[in-house]
């Protein structure tokens, strides 16, 4: 079974080539699920439920995306200088920049 609505067959940001694709459950009105990731990580999904293509992963090399990392890791950086100033116990402070506390950013 052949992809079919999903036309990029390379990143439209890097040039990125395709690295996976699938095609999983049939929509009552006969058409797939649709993914394609590319080796960049940009990835897409056909949605046969709103019969249109999504972007559902990022372009690791998007600048927009370069930028939005980068002020992560500024704000983050910021944020455990700002905790390690705090007049609390260094048991909460271990507590407090947990990466399972703060998340994956
Ligand atoms: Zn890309």
Redesign the pocket.
């Known amino acids: 079974m052949d992809i079919k609505h999903i036309k990029d067959t ?7 080539e395709v690295d996976d694709e699938s095609i999983r459950s049939k929509h009552t009105n006969g058409e797939w699920n649709e993914y394609r990731k ?5 990835r897409l999904h056909f949605s046969p439920n709103f019969m249109r293509v999504d972007i559902i992963g ?5 600048p927009k995306v370069m930028e939005m990392y980068k002020k992560r890791d500024e704000a983050m950086s910021k944020l455990l200088k700002y905790i390690s100033k705090l007049d609390i116990d260094d048991k909460f402070k271990e507590t407090l920049t947990n990466r399972n506390n703060t998340g994956t950013y």
């Open positions: 390379r990143c439209p940001i890097c040039n990125s590319f080796r960049c990580g940009y990022t372009c690791s090399k998007d």
